[in-house]
């Protein structure tokens, strides 16, 4: 082989793979030297080298650069974001249960009592505080006052526990639960809670004057007294039951830290929850443990709060998530048919095939349908509309023989391709004389 002739290939193969052209090719090929065994291989793979070889075509890099991270992940970015603002500010918001426990004589925060309970042990009465129905019915004895609000989560296994405690009973609040410890209670309706006066003769009222009152109000029961009423009903009843004394109170705010200060309500809950030596005051246990017996709770009451807000959170999340990867709708795009089909081809088609299977009674059916499709509307009437009074209002409006009309409308289907063509010119002379009339 001429190694002239392997250079000018070598060459040419070059030139032609850098200008994308097949060196294989006569209009590629400037020279006559050639691989005696493969030609057009040697060319080819002379070309490819060249190509790869050629100044100015850099690689591209299939790596994840830095704006293509940043697209791909901040849809999950923000909603991790939110994730952490909602868990954020629901523990700014809420705080722990530990942190406001409302009506409860160890709790100083806004909505406990501690502020009672301090005044109540300044004033001599003893303080026993339970967390279960089976402690209060334990510590209750006939000189104590068994305190029982709202706040406690009473179950019917602790209303049945608390019946007959010995002792009075003081119950504040307006939950019905709580009405089934008093036998006779019964609800009425609702009051706005604000500054009300006693209007009644029960010592510990009259003592203590305008209090901070309001929520549920009772029917007074037979021998009872009601006090500080809302309209006709009081929103604080007592009476007696047997040996002990029963006061319900509409609502427990006068007795919390942020109201026991205004008007005589640290009179009232003084007077009410001090009236013996002993005070039993049922508050509910802290979160994690037991209100009831095992047999009492459900599977909602075993779950941890914090269980909720998780759960909560994390369905939130996948809301989100389904928001921000579910598939938007873009415009409707008009997709272009291969194959565009006149609608006068698309007749003539079926025509061709009524008339291979000579089913003429198909064809007029179809033309007697149409027919009436397009005239009945013509002729002011209902498309539920029998024959008979298509036909006469057909001919009337027409001027043809009524018979002639039923026939051509309801007739038995042609007998030949004649009678098929006769009945459609009839039919469409019809149409055209309701057009035109």
Do not use: K
């Not at 097949?22 to 090929?29: Q, Y």
């Not at 006068?344 to 349908?369: C, F, I, P, S, V």
Request: hydrophobic share 40%; proline share 7%.
């Amino acid at each position: 082989m001429n190694p002239a002739n392997t250079t000018d290939t070598t060459d040419t193969a070059d030139t032609a793979g850098a200008r994308g052209e097949n060196p294989a090719s006569p209009a590629g090929a400037g020279h006559t030297g050639t691989n005696p065994v493969n030609p057009a291989g040697t060319a080819d793979t002379v070309g490819a080298a060249g190509l790869a070889a050629a100044p100015g075509t850099g690689s591209t890099s299939v790596s994840p650069t830095a704006a293509s991270l940043w697209r791909g992940g901040r849809g999950a970015l923000l909603v991790a974001l939110i994730v952490v603002a909602a868990a954020v500010a629901g523990v700014l918001l809420g705080g722990t249960g530990g942190q406001d426990r409302r009506l409860d004589p160890d709790d100083t925060s806004l909505s406990g009592a501690g502020a009672l309970a301090r005044l109540l042990e300044g004033r001599g009465v003893r303080i026993t505080r339970v967390t279960s129905a089976a402690e209060a019915r334990a510590a209750a004895t006939a000189d104590s006052t068994l305190l029982v609000t709202d706040a406690f989560p009473l179950t019917a296994g602790d209303a049945s526990r608390l019946t007959g405690t010995p002792g009075d009973l003081l119950l504040v609040g307006g939950d019905r639960r709580l009405r089934t410890l008093a036998p006779g209670l019964r609800a009425t309706g609702e009051a706005r809670t604000r500054s009300r006066e006693p209007r009644c003769a029960l010592p510990a009222a009259a003592a203590a004057g305008s209090v901070h009152l309001g929520g549920t109000t009772f029917a007074v029961p037979r021998g009872g007294t009601g006090c500080y009423p809302a309209g006709d009903d009081p929103t604080l009843v007592g009476y007696r039951d047997g040996d002990r004394t029963i006061t319900a109170v509409g609502d427990g705010d006068f007795m919390t830290n942020l109201r026991l200060a205004e008007d005589g309500n640290a009179a009232l809950a003084m007077n009410l929850a001090g009236a013996r030596p002993t005070l039993v005051w049922l508050v509910p246990p802290p979160p994690g443990e037991a209100t009831a017996e095992t047999g009492e709770q459900g599977v909602y009451d075993l779950v941890p709060p914090g269980v909720r807000w998780a759960v909560a959170q994390l369905a939130l999340a996948v809301v989100l998530l389904a928001l921000w990867r579910g598939r938007r709708l873009g415009p409707v795009v008009a997709e272009r048919l291969p194959v565009v089909v006149r609608a006068a081809e698309t007749a003539e088609g079926r025509a061709r095939l009524y008339r291979a299977r000579r089913a003429r009674d198909r064809a007029a059916a179809a033309l007697r349908e149409g027919f009436a499709d397009r005239v009945v509307p013509r002729l002011g009437l209902p498309s539920a509309a029998g024959p008979d009074a298509r036909v006469s209002a057909l001919a009337e409006r027409t001027g043809q023989a009524a018979p002639q009309v039923a026939s051509a409308l309801y007739g038995p289907p042609p007998a030949d391709d004649a009678g098929l063509v006769a009945l459609a010119a009839y039919l469409d002379m019809l149409e055209r004389q309701v057009r035109d009339s």
